[in-house]
């Protein structure tokens, strides 16, 4: 079965600084990958998605994300985090049997100090 | 465009209370999705739909069940509410395409006390 594991719970960085989410994912093929970000009280927003090619992926709002089969990972970075970055993020694999379901990590809540 | 609309956006159930979560989309999408998510936990698949009459179990379908009658509507039944149902309920869509992303609502606090 496939999973997707996010190993920190929460990350404090200040504003301005830069900033790395960790992502691995258990998938046997080629996987699809997506980055959300959830503001409180909110729905969850795409961030980025993966599915082939160019392995470093651009977003919305500054982020980027690198695919790298070798470690099974899915990083999400940004240069330099603004106070209205601090949301939670989660990390997710696309499933393209019976149907296409996508499978979520449990989410990095990011919070941004001035 | 309104996207994926959720109601109630907040509900108190008592324990072996029954009640629907209603979710519409006005994207003419055919795969839709209910999730619940707890602290620590992420999402978790509930059920979902690849199209009209057809549903098909997730991750965590117990004490639920889902109807798809409309390409547009995906209604959650809760029947016999517990304690443990007791989370925050999202509704998403896509479109057919497996390299479209997930559209959600704003969510559906549910407590059952």
């Known amino acids: 079965a496939q999973s997707v594991t996010q190993p920190d719970i929460h990350i404090t960085v200040s504003e301005g600084a830069s900033l790395e989410l960790r992502c691995n994912y258990s998938?046997?093929?080629?996987?699809?990958l997506f980055w959300y970000v959830q503001s409180p009280g909110q729905g969850l927003q795409l961030l980025l998605k993966?599915?082939?090619?160019?392995?470093l992926v651009q977003g919305i709002k500054g982020f980027e994300a690198e695919f790298k089969r070798s470690q099974s990972s899915f990083n999400l970075r940004k240069p330099s985090v603004h106070w209205s970055d601090a949301a939670e993020y989660f990390c997710?694999?696309?499933?393209?049997?019976?149907?296409?379901?996508?499978?979520f990590g449990a989410g990095t809540r990011l919070f941004v100090k001035a | 465009n309104a996207g994926v609309t959720q109601t109630p956006k907040f509900r108190i159930l008592k324990i072996g209370q029954s009640m629907t979560l209603q979710c519409a989309q006005d994207m003419n999408h055919n795969y839709m999705y209910w999730y619940r998510q707890d602290p620590g936990m992420g999402l978790k698949l509930i059920y979902y739909s690849v199209g009209a009459g057809i549903t098909d179990k997730g991750e965590v379908p117990n004490g639920y069940n889902v109807s798809r009658s409309t390409t547009e509507d995906f209604p959650l039944r809760l029947e016999l509410a517990a304690p443990s149902q007791t989370s925050v309920y999202f509704c998403a869509s896509s479109s057919q395409a497996v390299n479209s992303p997930l559209h959600f609502g704003n969510g559906t606090r549910l407590t059952v006390t």
């Open positions: 997710a694999v696309g499933e393209a049997t019976g149907g296409f379901k996508t499978i």
């Open positions: 993966y599915f082939s090619g160019d392995t």
């Open positions: 998938y046997g093929a080629t996987p699809y």
